[in-house]
């Protein structure tokens, strides 16, 4: 640990007039300023210098009291901050002897430098837990290290910064989620400046090392957000420690930690504090509003109470008024001096906040009580009110966000993933968190990919993950550059950081390599460079205009017949799977001619006859683009629901029959609903999926419990209901759950009923369609994740075929411990719709999972597949993630390195998702394709221009 000097006071702090309490120090005191004065030119210090010799020199003059209410009141106005001499540490105080410096050779850095944008291509060198120098020649580096070092090649690989969370809840609400262990919200006041995340914080949570796993290196870990002041955070490095407590793990932990009030002479460093406003802490305390504005400002007027005695305190010590403060202490107050140290400027605030009347609320009591904000947190609609930001006191606030989760709730569904480029065109500074468990701090680097294809600029998206949320923590004296003397994080990725599915092939932390051994696939060129990506230009025009509601109705071309122009592959479903049909060269793209929604040619121009078509055509020229089938989701309430959180905008929950009374108008227990009957068209997340090549959508009635109904198939790009092939099939599959429900039903209580209804089917609904799964007509499907479940339902399954004597129809959705019973699941011809694509242990149920790269060889779904198991893959709970489908079925067939082809993924999210949930088989050209321009459908470069459906005679140009 450094220690800071004492750091030069601003303006003086002791006016030396007035002193009416100490006539007869009156004479010496004047001439103190000379003194000090003299002695400070002569030592050559600045006059800060000056005022700590005159505080040293008085202090030795006065009662123990007086000396320490001078000591004190002379720190006053100090600010947090690393030591002058901090760059020039020769070891981190996080340096664990025995690290063996490492030499990383031949690494295409991106630095942080020129704002983001320097690139070197250079040496670098870790000693001692920092990066100890970075250049061209390895031998100048090396020279005088005086203990043996670890060489490794980086082969030209892109090294960047580790990557820094500004949001995270690792530790505190750790996974897989048990209920002894959930320590980030406490609900025992709507304002409590004075709780820790540190005192929650768990050493045991599997994302630390799934993060890390994901180039994560540190995170600021905050309190929850159901409080409007919900307490201190801290700032994390995530990598284990010998000592395993929760203390080795904090980055310059402020001084409060060990004690109540620091030495006031001590050096500070930078303090969190978690703030929100909005739905969560209103709705959790039965607020409104009003009354959360109200509970911060009087919390803050209790600081302010605080700090203007204090202050008054230390007007009276500057004037030398001992008399008027003898035997008064220090005005404090453990409870409120983190508040207090707000309003000293010592605290970097945080704060979770949503729309713009939030947003507003906030930065006026910033400025009502004069203190500033770190950043806002999510801020879904900061992009639309930039001028209220930068009125914020002080400097405006960054804003940390999520890329492309919204819409969750009313706060949020003004959302736009381009965001993040308009608060930049505004210079803001943009962060992308993950708000960790929420979404998976593995993938935060994701986040600031997506950010990048929706036009943030390149420096600034790496940025986002790295120095600016370093600096919005206060830590970019250390951390979030690849820079002499700051610590060694580092990450050498498999691909340029902003190329989809970028893995790390090592994490430093503090100079110590965290991967034992890294899975990674030799990725191709392309990969090794800026990923190109689409012009959104208009889009995110539009979204300011609109307010984040643009408008998403798809518009049918005009003309009948449609011309694909610059054709370079073409997909298309067959029976049971997907193939590539034609590959272009790039002296020889393809076309395709549609006429009402009809393909009538696709191939070469000659092949096809372009010249007959005599101008009739529209032409959409895909630039090297593709053709491929539409994508089907499942595993969402996609279509049932608008908003998440907000009950009237959605169908609602089913009975379940096994916990509550199903009502007898309804059929009693043996109803089963259908979904169809309570889906909505045109909800902004279908919309906005079918705009992202996702045109159907396989839905089940939303379950609490067991039973959830008889899902439907519908298009994601229609309005109305009535229109042709908006209902693709009424009915596909029966859907139960089988998991862990609280104190619900046991286990072997849901087996049981399932059981009873497979083996005797009872009378009504319910037994029409149990029957239907017996003799081998419908589809079963059962939510749950369990290796264990899995395997009593393979032994279910068996039972009931050798005593009925047919073969039936089971699927998995969820399945995230399938690949543990992969072969026997093989054998029993029982799929796996795996929820969602890239597993995450949230649940006990599902701690086992196959992480995939770097972790381990083979991810879930190749292992499934290498044994035969009908794979497809959905998205869980987040309805506004099914867009990025696409991504998600690309990312597999990355982290399978070339044993899961294009079509085959394609396949993952289109052909088996129907097989796997019921689909009836229809004629391959029935199904609607999706046309894109720059890339296929899996491509990062891409943007789908056209939808094109036979089934309802047209092409949607989007
Ligand atoms: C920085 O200054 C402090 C106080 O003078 C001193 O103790 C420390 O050794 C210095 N550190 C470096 C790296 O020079
Ligand atoms: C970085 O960006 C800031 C703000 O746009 C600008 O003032 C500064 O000159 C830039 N610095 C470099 C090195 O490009
Ligand atoms: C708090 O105490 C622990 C244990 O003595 C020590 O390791 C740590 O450095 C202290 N932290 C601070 C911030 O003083
Ligand atoms: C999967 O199926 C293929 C083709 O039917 C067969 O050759 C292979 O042995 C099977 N693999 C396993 C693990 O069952």
């Given at each position: 640990m450094e220690k800071a000097l004492p750091r030069p006071v601003a303006g003086t702090p002791f006016r030396l007039t007035g002193t009416r309490g100490f006539p007869t120090r009156r004479t010496l005191l004047g001439l103190i300023p000379a003194i000090a004065c003299f002695l400070g030119i002569w030592y050559g210090f600045a006059f800060g210098q000056g005022i700590k010799f005159w505080e040293a020199y008085t202090t030795n003059r006065l009662s123990p009291q007086a000396a320490a209410a001078v000591s004190r009141c002379a720190h006053l106005h100090d600010k947090p901050g690393p030591p002058p001499n901090f760059s020039k540490r020769t070891q981190s105080d996080r340096y664990v002897p025995g690290t063996k410096p490492v030499l990383l050779k031949n690494a295409k850095i991106w630095s942080g430098e020129k704002n983001g944008t320097e690139v070197l291509y250079a040496d670098v060198l870790l000693d001692k837990g920092i990066i100890k120098g970075i250049g061209r020649t390895s031998l100048k580096l090396v020279k005088g290290l005086k203990e043996e070092y670890e060489v490794i090649d980086a082969r030209n690989a892109w090294v960047t910064p580790g990557i820094v969370d500004l949001h995270s809840h690792l530790g505190t609400s750790p996974s897989p989620g048990l209920a002894g262990a959930e320590d980030d919200n406490s609900i025992h006041g709507i304002t409590q400046p004075w709780l820790r995340a540190v005192d929650g914080l768990h050493t045991s949570d599997d994302a630390y090392e799934l993060s890390i796993a994901g180039g994560v290196t540190s995170a600021l870990v905050l309190p929850g957000s159901l409080n409007a002041i919900g307490g201190q955070g801290i700032t994390i490095k995530l990598r284990k420690t010998a000592e395993r407590s929760p203390t080795a793990m904090l980055l310059e932990a402020p001084y409060h930690l060990n004690t109540s009030f620091p030495k006031p002479d001590g050096p500070l460093r930078w303090r969190q504090m978690k703030h929100a406003c909005g739905e969560n802490p209103s709705s959790y305390y039965g607020n409104t509003r009003m009354d959360t504005v109200w509970a911060f400002r009087k919390a803050y007027d209790t600081a302010r109470q605080i700090k203007l005695q204090q202050d008054a305190y230390c007007a009276k010590v500057e004037a030398g008024k001992f008399n008027e403060i003898t035997d008064k202490p220090y005005p404090e107050d453990l409870q409120w001096e983190a508040l207090v140290d707000v309003l000293r400027g010592r605290v970097k605030v945080q704060v979770h906040c949503y729309e713009a009347v939030d947003l507003d609320d906030i930065v006026r009591l910033s400025n009502e009580f004069q203190f500033s904000i770190a950043a806002f947190h999510h801020a879904h609609e900061a992009y639309l009110v930039p001028d209220v930001l930068k009125r914020a006191y002080g400097r405006p606030p960054a804003v940390a966000m999520f890329a492309s989760l919204f819409k969750y709730k009313r706060e949020a569904y003004?959302?736009?993933?381009f965001a993040p480029r308009i608060l930049a065109e505004h210079g803001l500074s943009v962060v992308l968190k993950s708000d960790h468990p929420v979404t998976d701090s593995r993938y935060l680097l994701y986040q600031a990919q997506q950010a990048y294809l929706y036009g943030l600029p390149e420096s600034l998206a790496i940025a986002s993950v790295t120095s600016t949320p370093a600096s919005i923590v206060g830590m970019d004296h250390r951390i979030g550059y690849v820079r002499e003397g700051y610590d060694a994080d580092l990450v050498i990725w498999d691909s340029h950081p902003l190329a989809l599915g970028a893995t790390p092939k090592q994490v430093f932390i503090d100079g110590i390599p965290q991967l034992k051994k890294a899975y990674v696939t030799h990725k191709p060129d392309v990969f090794q460079h800026t990923p190109d990506v689409p012009n959104y230009d208009k889009e995110a025009k539009a979204a300011v205009e609109y307010e984040g509601l643009p408008p998403l109705k798809p518009k049918a071309a005009k003309t009948g017949t449609v011309l694909f122009t610059n054709v370079r592959s073409i997909f298309i479903r067959t029976e049971d799977s997907v193939q590539e049909s034609f590959t272009g060269q790039d002296t020889k793209l393809g076309v395709v001619i549609v006429k009402n929604g009809k393909v009538l040619c696709s191939g070469t121009q000659l092949a096809c006859d372009v010249a007959s078509l005599a101008g009739d055509a529209e032409i959409v020229d895909l630039k090297g683009g593709s053709i491929a089938p539409g994508l089907t989701t499942f595993g969402t309430a996609l279509g049932l629901v608008e908003i998440t959180q907000e009950l009237s905008t959605q169908d609602g929950f089913v009975f379940d029959p096994l916990t509550q009374k199903v009502p007898s108008i309804l059929g009693g227990d043996t109803a089963l609903v259908r979904a169809v009957d309570g889906l909505q068209f045109g909800t902004r997340d279908a919309l906005t999926a079918y705009h992202d090549g996702v045109t159907t959508a396989i839905t089940a009635p939303v379950g609490a419990g067991f039973y959830a109904g008889l899902s439907t198939t519908f298009t994601t790009g229609v309005l109305n209901k009535l229109d042709d092939e908006a209902i693709v099939q009424d009915v596909n599959a029966v859907h139960v759950t089988i998991r862990h429900f609280g104190t619900g039903p046991s286990i072997s209580t849901q087996v049981g009923t399932l059981r009873r209804l497979l083996l005797n089917p009872p009378q009504g609904q319910a037994g029409e369609y149990f029957q239907g799964i017996v003799d081998g007509r419908v589809t079963l499907v059962v939510n749950t994740d369990s290796a264990d479940i899995i395997a009593t339902l393979v032994l279910l399954k068996k039972e009931v075929e050798s005593l009925k004597g047919n073969s039936i129809s089971l699927t998995v959705a969820g399945g995230l411990e399938a690949h543990l019973v992969a072969k026997e699941l093989g054998e029993a011809g029982v799929g796996v719709v795996q929820l969602p694509a890239r597993p995450f242990p949230t649940t006990w149920e599902r701690r086992r999972i196959l992480p995939g790269h770097p972790l381990v060889e083979q991810n879930s779904v190749e292992t499934l597949l290498k044994h035969n198991v009908t794979v497809g893959v959905g998205v869980e709970d987040e309805i506004s993630q099914v867009r990025n489908t696409r991504f998600d079925i690309a990312w597999l067939a990355l982290d399978a390195g070339g044993s899961i082809s294009k079509a085959q993924a394609i396949a993952l999210g289109s052909t088996n998702v129907d097989k796997l949930l019921g689909g009836k088989a229809k004629a391959a050209e029935e199904y609607d394709l999706v046309a894109t321009e720059g890339g296929d459908l899996l491509d990062f470069s891409s943007k789908v221009k056209a939808v094109i459906s036979l089934k309802r005679g047209l092409v949607d140009l989007l």
């Open positions: 003004r959302g736009s993933e």
